[in-house]
């Protein structure tokens, strides 16, 4: 008898199709979780070159599984090994995803700033393979009216777009640099775990105000900036940060924009034990646009994460949070 929770038995199926699909079709195994998710949702074999024994094979393994069955979050996170497990192999710089936890925490937040909103539209500017929106999506759908996500990574935005399809929620897809002009309305809240690095485009960085006095400027400055501009009055910014993001070199340039646009609602350090070298360890910037009824908070939320694992001081960090939200946030 089996006990493999519905998870696993999910993943396998994924993972047991994308490794035949990756050697029949000669392609990455990430690009075979995208081939296989497709068939997946669609209920049948889309790969007209595959020979009919390969078909055969996929179509037991497929057999095993009724998609839906699935919970949205059981579907989420089965995918997400399965691209978890291709991002490895490929190791590209710009092929990393938000962890779970990190993604959890941050849909907390949007639950806590967007209170207020009866719906509202969200965007991500980096969605990359989608696991950050989707986990926002999965605890707030009824409150999202519309959902965009945009990745200059034609890959990645396969993988959202067929990572949306299984969990069936509706996110508008762009495939282009972030950077450049949108085709979108400004949104009521923007969430991104920020490419950190330089922008190689400085034509493209021209228009910005946080563009470096000589050789290239951050991309995470410039998507902060983008971000803001693309934030309805009184909207929310929710980004992933480099700790070290107010003390890098370009951060004076930084500084006058965000005095200038918004308010800092929140700081919130992540552990450290999440990260392999301190110097890759990151916050969550919470930022709000000014407009015509925005007020400051007394003071912002500026919180030092314990484990996540330790959960006695991660409820008295939460019962500190829920009352500052309780002050602040009437």
């Known amino acids: 008898m089996s006990h493999l929770t519905d998870m696993e038995q999910l993943f396998g199926v994924i993972d047991q199709t994308a490794i035949i699909l990756r050697k029949e079709l000669n392609c990455l195994y990430l690009e075979a979780v995208a081939e296989t998710g497709e068939n997946l949702f669609h209920e049948e074999i889309l790969q007209d070159e595959l020979d009919e024994v390969t078909k055969k094979r996929l179509q037991k393994e497929y057999s095993t599984i009724k998609l839906s069955r699935f919970d949205k979050e059981t579907i989420r996170k089965a995918y997400q090994l399965a691209v978890l497990k291709g991002m490895k192999e490929a190791v590209q710089p710009n092929h990393q995803m938000t962890p779970d936890a990190v993604g959890l925490f941050i849909s907390y937040l949007v639950g806590k700033f967007m209170n207020k909103h009866e719906t509202y539209t969200i965007l991500d500017p980096a969605v990359g393979a989608g696991n950050l929106i989707t986990t926002i999506l999965n ?7 519309q959902a965009y996500g945009i990745d200059i990574d034609d890959l990645l935005l396969q993988l959202t777009y067929v990572n949306a399809n299984l969990q069936q929620h509706g996110i508008e897809l762009f495939h282009q640099d972030s950077l450049q002009p949108l085709f979108i309305d400004p949104v009521d809240l923007v969430v991104c775990d920020l490419p950190v690095g330089y922008y190689p485009n400085d034509e493209g960085a021209k228009n910005y105000k946080v563009k470096a006095e000589e ?12 971000s803001l501009t693309h934030v309805k009055e009184g909207g929310y910014v929710m980004l992933l940060i480099p700790n070290n993001l107010f ?15 918004a308010i800092v609602q929140g700081i919130i350090q992540l552990p450290l034990s999440m990260f392999k070298q301190e110097q890759a360890a990151k916050s969550i910037l919470v930022l709000q646009k000014k407009g015509q009824h925005v007020k400051a908070p007394e003071h912002a939320l500026l919180v030092n994460l314990p484990k996540f694992s330790n959960k006695e001081a991660m409820n008295d960090i939460m ?12």
């Open 139 to 145: 605890t707030h759908a009824a409150s999202i009216e």
């Open 215 to 226: 050789g290239h400027t951050y991309a995470h400055h410039l998507f902060i900036e983008k």
């Open 247 to 261: 003390e890098s070199e370009q951060s004076h340039l930084l500084q006058p924009l965000l005095k200038e646009e």
């Open 319 to 330: 019962n500190q949070m829920n009352e500052w939200f309780y002050v602040n946030k009437k």
